[in-house]
């Protein structure tokens, strides 16, 4: 069973920063692209970011330059850094990630559950 799990989430002042993580765990063979999306209130998801194999990165216009997203393969976990935050940032932020847990299985697209990000005065 293949488990992904965010941390780092919380309540930030507008300006401020927050470091984001996902760590994938269970059996895995190969994981391809990462991504992060959030999702706003009343909004529906959007993609923020995506690292692929080969640390390619492409970002939303509206992050990029504020934040940046890094894998570590070793460990099997992406991060999101988030810098400059803007209270329009507020929104729950979910790691995918496109995997394979053996060398003859499909690409999966996996989700974690989330983690709260609210940026606030």
């Known amino acids: 069973q293949v488990q992904l799990v965010e941390s780092g989430g919380g309540l930030v002042q507008p300006g401020g920063s927050l470091r984001l993580s996902c760590a994938v765990s269970?059996?895995?063979?190969?994981?391809?692209?990462m991504r992060w999306y959030r999702q706003a209130p009343g909004k529906q998801r959007e993609w923020v970011a995506d690292i692929n194999s080969g640390g390619s990165t492409t970002y939303l216009d509206s992050v990029t330059g504020r934040f940046t997203i890094s894998r570590d393969d070793a460990e099997n976990k992406v991060s999101l850094q988030m810098n400059s935050l803007k209270p329009e940032d507020t929104a729950v932020y979910y790691c995918?990630?496109?995997?394979?847990?053996?060398?003859?299985?499909?690409?999966?697209?996996?989700w974690g559950q989330g983690t709260q990000v609210t940026v606030s005065s």
């Open positions: 269970g059996s895995i063979f190969r994981i391809n692209v």
């Open positions: 995918n990630a496109d995997l394979k847990q053996s060398r003859w299985s499909a690409v999966r697209s996996t």
